[in-house]
T-cell receptor, first 113, second 112 residues
Framework: NAGVTQTPKFRILKIGQSMTLQCTQDMNHNYMYWYRQDPGMGLKLIYYSVGAGITDKGEVPNGYNVSRSTTEDFPLRLELAAPSQTSVYFC????????????FGEGSWLTVV | QKEVEQNSGPLSVPEGAIASLNCTYSDRVSQSFFWYRQYSGKSPELIMSIYSNGDKEDGRFTAQLNKASQYVSLLIRDSQPSDSATYLCAVNYPNTGNQFYFGTGTSLTVIP
């Protein structure tokens, strides 16, 4: 059971570089999310999507972009990486319907130096 | 503003004791509430969900919801060292793209 798959698991970026975190889910979920988690902190929503072709900003969208061309894929783009973007990134998905839970990928550890 | 507040701890309990974790939320619109467990270096995993006022039990875990007071709690009975983790409270807002807001988590250590 693949569930939510994120790549890469670890990455070191230099300041100013760009990269894309890949996320795919095989559960046919409508909703997908990107969160970041800083040490000792909770999860902060970066972007979310309610379906293919529809994305919206969460709490902390600055410095990031997303796209949702298919139901399965929800990549997160980091433009001009900054040290403040050093964090653990979690992709997640949820099925349609009130009260359904959210399923997480294994996380991507990103360090910007 | 959608706030979810938790006592960050750390909370330490002896093995076999009851651990009590609390969470408050700011928006009365919330309908669905979740507790996740997160081990160090791992992703969050669902422990319990609760939607109605009162208690919901699942094995050693009991979730309690009081919508009037806007709090949700998690009790862990007969705590085990394997319960040592960070516990995240999450609140779902279905009218905002099904967003989930998380508290900062409570770190629990169960002492053998």
């Amino acid at each position: 059971n693949a569930g939510v798959t994120q790549t890469p698991k670890f990455r070191i970026l230099k300041i100013g570089q760009s990269m894309t975190l890949q996320c795919t889910q095989d559960m046919n979920h409508n909703y997908m999310y990107w969160y970041r988690q800083d040490p000792g902190m909770g999860l902060k929503l970066i972007y979310y999507s309610v379906g293919a072709g529809i994305t919206d900003k969460g709490e902390v969208p600055n410095g990031y972009n997303v796209s949702r061309s298919t139901t399965e894929d929800f990549p997160l783009r980091l433009e001009l990486a900054a040290p403040s973007q050093t964090s653990v990134y979690f992709c997640a998905s949820s099925p349609r319907g009130t009260g359904n839970t959210i399923y997480f990928g294994e996380g991507s550890w990103l360090t910007v130096v | 503003q959608k706030e979810v507040e938790q006592n960050s701890g750390p909370l330490s309990v002896p093995e076999g004791a009851i651990a009590s974790l609390n969470c408050t939320y700011s928006d009365r619109v919330s309908q669905s509430f979740f507790w996740y467990r997160q081990y160090s270096g791992k992703s969050p995993e669902l422990i319990m969900s609760i939607y109605s006022n009162g208690d919901k039990e699942d094995g050693r875990f009991t979730a309690q919801l009081n919508k009037a007071s806007q709090y949700v709690s998690l009790l862990i009975r007969d705590s085990q060292p394997s319960d040592s983790a960070t516990y995240l409270c999450a609140v779902n807002y279905p009218n905002t793209g099904n967003q989930f807001y998380f508290g900062t988590g409570t770190s629990l250590t169960v002492i053998p």
